[in-house]
């Protein structure tokens, strides 16, 4: 039976997520908890199943739904989705589609194995993603381990048939009473053929290590918040059980972008939004203001009879089209008009003079309120 855990939270996205967010936080979760990465982690294998079961519901439409409104209930209650019954070689399948893996399902690969895809995250900010940006990008990945050449051996041994699946990487076991056979991935060797008896002390027999890495990418002007740069080649090597020397070709290294919020400006796409204060005066007269954008200053130009709430478009202030970095989008600038809470005595009169001039007698001006050097004189004189 499966383990009926919350989906969302065994990805930890929320319910909300677009399925680019839940391909790559199934990417995070699967490279985390993959058995390659575990040995002999039980949790492991149980946390990488879970996390390809979520990944199958979340990211089809239609089960997301059931799922969404029924739960695991709703997807007990349709043909064809018993996950209990999943096969480990479909649980690799699926990984495989996401990280790019080829050939056959593990233990029966044929041709070129892919290394697994990696992935991490750079911050820029508005200003980076109008001129594009050089950002240096570090992480971790697993090498082969040049102590033993990624066999997992001690030097001066080698691994040895394992004795559980006769060196296929593969056994079978039978089911309803022998109607039929299931093969699947050998539990002893992952899928080998062997098994080493002395480890490698600098892997202990996983044939990788850990390793650092430090590049420096190319980030273009346009890009949008969550989009990522693929970095061909510098993901990992093929896997062990698939070639220990790592020959075959290595994954991708996928950079996501996270762009940080402007104090000015909010982004829709390739455009620019952002507000300006304006005087009545401006406002009733027409005129000019310096704007600020990503590029400096810029006059505006006040159309004479502007109103509050008015946007006015700078062309081409905008972002740089991804595709396209020679077409920008445009700076829009929502116009507030700036009400004044207080007046000088000449302000005033000139107010009230205004005020005689418009066709509006329901409207009935406050008087003038008293300053703060009247309300001392009445106070000293007792008034």
């Not at 895809?117 to 381990?145: H, M, P, Q, W, Y």
Request: include cysteine; proline fraction near 7%; charge should be neutral.
């Amino acid at each position: 039976m499966s383990i009926e855990r919350d989906y969302y939270e065994v990805l930890s996205v929320e319910r909300a997520a677009n399925g680019d967010e839940i391909k790559r936080a199934y990417r995070r979760m699967a490279m985390k908890w993959h058995p390659d990465r575990n040995p002999g982690d039980a949790k492991a294998e149980t946390e990488f199943k879970v996390c390809a079961e979520a990944y199958e519901v979340l990211s089809d439409p239609e089960r997301k739904g059931l799922y969404d409104k029924y739960g695991h209930a709703g997807l007990r209650q349709t043909p064809g989705h018993d996950f209990s019954r999943m096969r480990p070689d479909d649980i690799f399948s699926i990984f495989n589609d996401i990280f790019g893996g080829s050939g056959q399902s593990r233990g029966g690969r044929r041709g070129p194995v892919r290394g697994y895809d990696l992935e991490t995250s750079v911050e820029i900010s508005l200003k980076d993603v109008l001129n594009g940006k050089e950002v240096e990008v570090a992480f971790t990945r697993r090498d082969v381990c040049t102590t033993c050449d990624g066999s997992g051996a001690k030097a001066g041994t080698k691994p040895i048939k394992c004795p559980t699946c006769a060196g296929s990487g593969q056994v079978a076991q039978a089911g309803l009473g022998g109607m039929f056979r299931m093969v699947t991935t050998c539990p002893n060797c992952r899928g080998r053929g062997q098994v080493i008896t002395d480890f490698c002390p600098e892997c202990r027999g996983a044939g990788r290590v850990p390793k650092r890495r430090n590049l420096s990418v190319k980030i273009p002007a346009g890009i949008s918040h969550g989009q990522a740069v693929r970095v061909s080649g510098e993901g990992e090597p093929t896997p062990p059980e698939a070639d220990p020397a790592g020959k075959g070709p290595r994954g991708d290294l996928h950079v996501v972008v996270e762009v940080t919020e402007h104090e000015t400006f909010e982004r829709v796409e390739d455009d620019l939004i952002s507000t300006r204060d304006i005087s009545f005066a401006l406002a009733a007269l027409g005129g000019t203001t310096s704007v600020e954008t990503l590029e400096g200053s810029h006059t505006l130009e006040i159309p004479r009879g502007t109103p509050h709430g008015e946007v006015l478009v700078i062309e081409g202030a905008g972002l740089p089209h991804l595709r396209s970095p020679k077409v920008r989008g445009d700076l829009r600038i929502g116009i507030c008009i700036d009400v004044p809470k207080k007046l000088t005595a000449a302000q005033r009169e000139l107010l009230e003079q205004f005020a005689k001039t418009e066709p509006n007698p329901q409207e009935e001006l406050r008087p003038a309120g008293k300053g703060v050097w009247r309300k001392i004189k009445d106070t000293i004189s007792g008034s």
